[in-house]
C-alpha cells in the first residue's frame, strides 16, 4: 500500500495539540445544570518516535486530552476549543467517518481497564487483528503472526495459542498485556496508553514496559504515556508535561522534571515519601485464621490456592503480596465465601466460618468488608453517596431519616471529605474520593476485619498517600484489621504489620513486616524487590541487565 508507506516514512512533528479546552456539564439534584471546564487551553507537540508522559494527581485531565487526541470526548465531554492535528490535519474537522478511519489504524489506545475494555464473547486473537482487518492494512494470516510476536515480545504465556481464549480466562495482568499488542497489531503512528502498568505487578511490569519502549524505537510509532507513577514514566518518556485541574503546570525533558522541578507541585510529586510506619507486635491469638486451604475453578480441575495459611491480628495489617494470578485476590474470595474452600478452614473470631457465602450469618457479613480495586465499578452511579453509604446502616442497623443521615455525615467527616459530598453523585467526584467513599460505606458496617484488594493501586502518589494515612488512622481508632491485597512494595512498606508473599497460589514467605523484609531472600522474594521501580534514569536497563545476568548465572 504505497499511501501507508508514505505515511509511515514522514518524519518530524506528528501531533500537535493547540489551545484544547474540554467542557462537561454536571446535573446537581435540585439545582440548574452547571457546566466546568476539564481542560484549560493546553497545548502540546510530539515528534515521531518520542514518548511524551502525562502525569498529575487523578481530575488532572490527562486521560481526558489523551482521548481528545483521538477526537473523543468521554462520558458528556465536549471539545469546544482549539486544534488537534495528527499527520498535518486538524482531525476534529474530519466528521464522523474521518475519525473513524483514523482510529485503530493512525492511533490506538491502551485503557487502564482491559476487563472493560474486551468483548467477552470473542476470543482475543479476533479483538487483537480485528483493526488490522478492518482497515485493511494486513491479510488475516500476515496479522495473526504479527500478533503472535507481540504476545511473546510481551511475555504472555503460550504465545501461539493463548489468542484462542476469551477474556475471562487470562489474569488481569495477562489481559492488559494483549491491550498492549491489540494496539501495536496495526502499526499505528500515535499509541495512547492510559495507564497500561496500572494492574500489573512489578515483575510482569518491567518485561512490559521494556516491550513498549522496544516497540517505540522499532516501530517509529510515537506515544502519550499517562500515569501517576513518576517512576514508571521516567523509564519510557523522552519528556513529561505535568498537569493540574485541567492545566498544564510544568512541561520538560525526563531529566530536567525529575531531577529539577522548577514547580512546587511538581517537586511536590517527585517528593513523595514513603509513609513510616512502625509494625505493631502481634497478639497471641489471631482474629483470623486461614488454615491449609485449597480452592479451586473449573469443578475442581485447576487449583488456584494451594495449601494456604495465614493469621490477621486484631487491629493489625497483614499484607498479601504477589504477581497477577499468584492467588491473592482468590484467597479474599475464599475468605469470603465467594469461593468454597476444597479443603482446610477458615476460623473468624474463635468461630468457624462456613465456606460458602449464602451459610453464612448476618453477622458474619457484617464483621468482614471489602473494598474493591475500582471505585468506579464499586458503586451504582445512580445513586447519591448518601444513599450508597446510607445503605449498609440501614441493613445492619436499620437506621432511617435523621438518624442515618447523621451517621452519614459522621462517617463523611471521618474519611475528611465532609456532608457536603453526600448529595452527589459518583461521577462527580475524583479517583480518590471515590475509593474514600467506599471505605467509609465499609467502615457503616462496624467491621472487624476490611479486605482491601489493590485500593491504592489506579491512584496518583499524592492521593494514595492519603488514603494510606487515612486508613491507618481509622486502624488506631477503630480497631479494625486490614487484609491488604497489593503488588506495589512501597505500599507494603507503608502499611503492613505482617506479610504473606504468593506465588502460583502457594505462599513462598511469611511472617512479620521486619522478618519478610530482611536478607536472606528466597529467589522470587528477592525478584519482587528488585523489581521495584525507582525515581531514577536509566533504572529499567540495569534492572533488565541484573535479570539476564542471573538467568545466565542459573
Known amino acids: 500500500m504505497p499511501d501507508e508507506q508514505s505515511r509511515k516514512a ?30 484549560h487551553d493546553v497545548s502540546l507537540t510530539l515528534e515521531r518516535g518520542k514518548v511524551l508522559g502525562l502525569i498529575g494527581e487523578s481530575g488532572a485531565g490527562k486521560s481526558t486530552i489523551g482521548l481528545a487526541s483521538m477526537g473523543y470526548g468521554r462520558g458528556g465531554c465536549r471539545i469546544i476549543g482549539g486544534e488537534v492535528v495528527l499527520n498535518g490535519r486538524d482531525i476534529l474537522k474530519g466528521g464522523r467517518s474521518g475519525l473513524r478511519k483514523l482510529r485503530g489504524r493512525e492511533v490506538c489506545y491502551v485503557a487502564q481497564s482491559a476487563a472493560a475494555a474486551f468483548n467477552p464473547a470473542h476470543q482475543l486473537m479476533d479483538q487483537v487483528v480485528e483493526a488490522s482487518l478492518l482497515h485493511g492494512t494486513a491479510k488475516r494470516a500476515a496479522a495473526e503472526k504479527r500478533a503472535v510476536e507481540l504476545f511473546r515480545k510481551l511475555g504472555l504465556p503460550d504465545p501461539e495459542n493463548i489468542g484462542k481464549r476469551y477474556p475471562h480466562q487470562v489474569s488481569g495482568g495477562q489481559l492488559q498485556r494483549v491491550m498492549t499488542a491489540m494496539a501495536l497489531c496495526s502499526e499505528p503512528d500515535l499509541i495512547v496508553f492510559d495507564e497500561p502498568t496500572t494492574a500489573l505487578d512489578v515483575t510482569t511490569q518491567i518485561d512490559v514496559l521494556a516491550a513498549i519502549r522496544d516497540a517505540i524505537r522499532d516501530t517509529g510509532v510515537a506515544a502519550l504515556y499517562i500515569t501517576h507513577d513518576l517512576a514508571v514514566v521516567a523509564q519510557v518518556a523522552d519528556e513529561i508535561m505535568v498537569l493540574r485541574h485541567g492545566r498544564l503546570v510544568e512541561w520538560g525533558d525526563t531529566r530536567q522534571i525529575i531531577k529539577e522541578p522548577r514547580q512546587e507541585y511538581t517537586n511536590a510529586l517527585v517528593s513523595v515519601h514513603e509513609i513510616e510506619h512502625q509494625e505493631k507486635k502481634a497478639a497471641d491469638t489471631p482474629f483470623l485464621s486461614v488454615k491449609n486451604v485449597t480452592a479451586a475453578y473449573g469443578q475442581g480441575t485447576v487449583k488456584v490456592l494451594k495449601n494456604v495459611s495465614v493469621d490477621i ?7 498479601v503480596v504477589g504477581e497477577s494470578g499468584s492467588g491473592k485476590s482468590t484467597l479474599a474470595r475464599a475468605i469470603t465465601g465467594l469461593l468454597p474452600p476444597m479443603e482446610g478452614s477458615i476460623t473468624f ?7 460458602a457465602l449464602s451459610a453464612r450469618s448476618k453477622e458474619d457479613l457484617r464483621q468482614l468488608q471489602m473494598v474493591y480495586q475500582m471505585a468506579d465499578v464499586a458503586m451504582n452511579p445512580r445513586q447519591p453517596i448518601s444513599t450508597i453509604i446510607g ?9 432511617k431519616g435523621a438518624e ?14 465532609g456532608k457536603g459530598f453526600a448529595d452527589r453523585y459518583p461521577a462527580e467526584l475524583s479517583g480518590g474520593q471515590k475509593q474514600r467513599v467506599c471505605i467509609a460505606r465499609a467502615l457503616a458496617a462496624k467491621p472487624k476485619l476490611i479486605i482491601c484488594d489493590e485500593v491504592t493501586s489506579a491512584l496518583d502518589p499524592l492521593v494514595a498517600n492519603g488514603i494510606l494515612k487515612l486508613l491507618l488512622e481509622l486502624q488506631a481508632e477503630e480497631g479494625v484489621a486490614y487484609l491488604f491485597i497489593t503488588h506495589d512494595l512501597a505500599t507494603v512498606r507503608s502499611i503492613a504489620d505482617s506479610i504473606a508473599v504468593m506465588y502460583r497460589g502457594e505462599v513462598v514467605r511469611y511472617g512479620s513486616k521486619s522478618e519478610v523484609l530482611a536478607p536472606p531472600f528466597d529467589p522470587y522474594t528477592d525478584l519482587l524487590l528488585s523489581s521495584v521501580p525507582e ?20
Do not use: C
Not at 491480628?313 to 499484607?319: E, I, P, R
Open 349 to 355: 473470631g474463635g468461630k468457624k466460618l462456613s465456606n
Open 404 to 417: 442515618r443521615d447523621r451517621r452519614v455525615a459522621e462517617l463523611l467527616d471521618k474519611i475528611e471529605m
Open 535 to 554: 525515581m531514577e534514569i536509566g533504572w529499567l536497563d540495569k534492572a533488565i541487565a541484573s535479570r539476564r545476568m542471573e538467568s545466565a548465572g542459573n
Open 313 to 319: 491480628h486484631s487491629g493489625q495489617t497483614l499484607a
Open 391 to 399: 445503605r449498609p446502616l440501614e441493613f445492619y442497623f436499620g437506621m
Open 10 to 39: 514522514k518524519s518530524g512533528r506528528l501531533l500537535d495539540i493547540r489551545n484544547l479546552r474540554i467542557e462537561a456539564t454536571t446535573y446537581p439534584p435540585g439545582e440548574p445544570p452547571k457546566t466546568i471546564t476539564l481542560v
